[in-house]
T-cell receptor
Framework: DTGVSQDPRHKITKRGQNVTFRCDPI?????LYWYRQTLGQGPEFLTY????????KSRLLSDRFSAERPKGSFSTLEIQRTEQGDSAMYLC?????????????FGPGTRLTVT | GNSVTQMEGPVTLSEEAFLTINCTYT??????LFWYVQYPGEGLQLLLK?????DKGSNKGFEATYRKETTSFHLEKGSVQVSDSAVYFC????????????FGKGTRLSVIA
């Protein structure tokens, strides 16, 4: 098991462009979470899935953001019409309900810079 | 709503010093509590956890005890090393389990030789 992977690791884009990030969770984990982390802050929850169902979305997830997990395996997070305020580290995590206390395993993150 | 408050950093200690990073929380019911660590250039790693009151989580010489009466989960280590330099995050998940984590802002620790 290679852990949670994210692609790309870094993305630089111009304001107004669309970007898409991918997350591959640990293979037996059926829950997948997206968080955003800005400099000097802790991660903030965006949305999460159980299998292919999106169970919850944070108010931080504006209508420019959309996430999918079509086959219950990998997930994508798309940001449309990026703004400079979207610059952040986007983190993906996965978990398995059988893990006591909801241990979540994090990927390395995708750092987005909007110029 | 649920929230986590951590002591602000940065914290600078000499090698072999005693470490305490304070963490208090606000939550309904009995959340699970976590400490995550982020080493320079790396992703978040789970350091330790506690799932019920009076539980003590421990790992790599670090310890934290779930104190329901004071709503706290302070991180301690008896003798820090330079390799412990990192950012430490306290977090909770809702009592219903397997739910999104709520993080504190993080505390940067620097250990000097």
């Amino acid at each position: 098991d290679t852990g949670v992977s994210q692609d790309p690791r870094h993305k630089i884009t111009k304001r107004g462009q669309n970007v898409t990030f991918r997350c591959d969770p640990i293979s037996e984990h059926n829950r997948l979470y997206w968080y955003r982390q800005t400099l000097g802050q802790g991660p903030e929850f965006l949305t999460y899935f159980q299998n292919e169902a999106q169970l919850e979305k944070s108010r931080l997830l504006s209508d420019r953001f959309s996430a999918e997990r079509p086959k219950g395996s990998f997930s994508t997070l798309e940001i449309q019409r990026t703004e400079q305020g979207d610059s952040a580290m986007y983190l993906c995590a996965s978990s398995w309900p059988g893990l006591a206390g909801n241990e979540q395993y994090f990927g390395p993150g995708t750092r987005l810079t909007v110029t | 709503g649920n929230s986590v408050t951590q002591m602000e950093g940065p914290v600078t200690l000499s090698e072999e010093a005693f470490l305490t990073i304070n963490c208090t929380y606000t939550a309904t019911g009995y959340p699970s509590l976590f400490w995550y660590v982020q080493y320079p250039g790396e992703g978040l790693q789970l350091l330790l956890k506690a799932t019920k009151a009076d539980d003590k989580g421990s790992n790599k010489g670090f310890e934290a005890t779930y104190r329901k009466e004071t709503t706290s989960f302070h991180l301690e280590k008896g003798s820090v090393q330079v390799s412990d330099s990192a950012v430490y995050f306290c977090a909770l998940s809702r009592a219903s389990g397997n739910t999104p984590l709520v993080f504190g802002k993080g505390t940067r620790l620097s250990v000097i030789a």
